[in-house]
Nanobody, 128 residues
Framework: QVQLVESGGGLVQAGGSLRVSCAAS????????MGWFRQASGKEREFVAT????????YYGDSVKGRFTISRDNVKNTVYLQMNSLKPEDTAVYYC?????????????????????WGQGTQVTVSS
């Protein structure tokens, strides 16, 4: 089992920045990749970014590319999402997710079904 706890959400003005964190615990040695997703009120969950637990391979959704940066600290077992140039449409609950016991497949994991464990989410609100 892997437990994930997000933190760092809040209210920020459009154009501002915010960093959310996701701390992993439990069987962290089994993590292959981590992802960030978001879900706005009344909308489907959307892929934001993913990173391999070892190595620096990252991939982003089109709506955040160039503005958001995913990173990880394996010593702290924490994944970060740095969000810059925030827009009101970035308002959502942000969830982190872990894919475990996987192997290299040549594709990026961008679907909710690709992940085994989820955090409880953290609210990010961007005011105009």
């Amino acid at each position: 089992q892997v437990q994930l706890v997000e933190s760092g959400g809040g209210l920020v003005q459009a154009g501002g920045s915010l960093r959310v964190s996701c701390a992993a615990s439990g069987r962290t040695f089994s993590i292959y990749a981590m992802g960030w997703f978001r879900q706005a009120s009344g909308k489907e969950r959307e892929f934001v970014a993913t990173i391999r637990w070892s190595g620096d391979t990252t991939y982003y959704g089109d709506s955040v590319k160039g503005r958001f940066t995913i990173s990880r600290d394996n010593v702290k077992n924490t994944v970060y999402l740095q969000m810059n140039s925030l827009k009101p449409e970035d308002t959502a609950v942000y969830y982190c997710a872990a894919r475990v016991n996987s192997y290299y497949s040549g594709r990026y994991y961008t679907s909710s079904s690709d992940y085994n464990y989820w955090g409880q989410g953290t609210q990010v609100t961007v005011s105009s």
